[in-house]
């Protein structure tokens, strides 16, 4: 997954804040794995926009799904070369 300076360098491009600290709070080790569960999106909504605003929540999918985009993308190289490896050409 991109690391937080790149999230922080896309919120700045698209709304002029960093929230580097909604980012921090997503990738929190200790609660990482959770706040990344999309079906648990609705549920932490209520504590970001407390903190970052409405504006927050929009940036806290942003987040997520350029996560889920870096995590497909590694997926795709794999599965070419899994493929590549038993002769099947895409």
């Known amino acids: 997954m991109p690391k937080i300076d790149i999230h922080i360098s896309e919120s700045a491009e698209r709304t002029g ?3 580097k600290e909604l ?6 080790p200790s609660s990482k794995p959770e ?12 504590e970001i926009e407390d903190k970052w605003g409405s504006e927050g929540i929009q940036e ?3 987040h997520i799904q350029t996560d889920i985009k870096a995590q497909v993308s590694r997926i795709q190289e794999d ?9 099947i050409k895409q």
């Open 79 to 87: 599965m070419k070369n899994v493929l590549g490896y038993f002769g």
């Open 17 to 19: 804040r960093e929230f």
């Open 35 to 46: 706040r990344h569960d999309i079906t648990k999106i609705y549920k932490h909504a209520k």
């Open 23 to 28: 980012h921090e709070w997503v990738d929190d």
């Open 60 to 62: 806290f999918i942003n």
